[in-house]
């Protein structure tokens, strides 16, 4: 299993939480309702809906992971120059994986209670993705003071599996970044959808 300096890992990922969390700000912000709610096709997620998705993974894990780092930093405990990934977290997060085209490497569908079915008003999801991201940057500064591998935490679909601190984040993050991607996609379909509208629109007005 792969072995991170622990101060090294959490770096990374704060650089690509702090992306994740710029694209929210100077991006996503500025997009309108319709475009940001857009659907690709019936069967596929709109950017809002994958941020939506996002969101209800963030509530779950950021309140277990900010109790569990307290509890340890309370408890007086040195942090672990190292971090070891575990066998389960390991494959979790290489679930996560994605294509050099930024397509997914392995497709799965979304448990049901985390599988959004109706479209919440986007400045409310992309609002809530941005306090998400800024509380993750929080608690990945809070992690350098523990030891990723011995505080365990349970996963949302079974919470009788524990998964060791390092890994959860690992898995957080590639699970972020998957989705992001997705809303991406999304959102560049959208901008053809609509420029294909006005195409069209125009063809027709010089048609008259």
């Given at each position: 299993m792969p072995v991170y300096l622990s101060q090294t890992l959490l770096d990374a990922l704060s650089d690509h939480t702090e992306a994740f969390l710029d694209k929210g700000v100077s991006e996503w912000q500025m997009l309108p309702h319709h475009q940001f709610a857009s659907k690709p096709g019936p069967d596929k997620w709109s950017a809002n809906q994958c941020?939506?998705?996002?969101?209800?993974?963030?509530?779950?894990?950021?309140?277990?992971?900010e109790k569990a780092i307290d509890e340890y930093t309370a408890s007086g405990k040195d942090p672990a120059i190292e971090f070891k990934a575990g066998w389960l977290g390991n494959y979790f997060t290489g679930m996560m994986l994605n294509?050099?085209?930024?397509?997914?490497?392995?497709?799965?569908s979304a448990p049901k209670a985390y599988s959004p079915e109706t479209t919440?008003?986007?400045?409310?999801?992309?609002?809530?993705?941005?306090?998400?991201?800024?509380?993750?940057?929080?608690l990945l500064r809070k992690a350098k003071k523990v030891d990723m591998g011995a505080i365990r935490i349970p996963i949302s679909i079974a919470k009788f599996i524990k998964l060791?601190?390092?890994?959860?984040f690992l898995f957080l993050v590639a699970h972020n970044y998957r989705h992001i991607l997705q809303?991406?996609?999304a959102l560049q379909l959208s901008v053809k959808k609509t420029q294909k509208k006005l195409?069209?629109?125009?063809?027709?007005?010089?048609?008259?």
């Open positions: 941020l939506a998705h996002l969101n209800e993974y963030g509530r779950y894990y950021l309140p277990l992971i294509n050099a085209d930024g397509t997914p490497v392995k497709k799965m919440n008003e986007s400045f409310a999801v992309i609002a809530e993705f941005i306090e998400q991201q800024e509380k993750m940057l929080l060791k601190l390092g890994d959860t809303a991406d996609r195409n069209l629109f125009v063809l027709s007005e010089m048609m008259r």
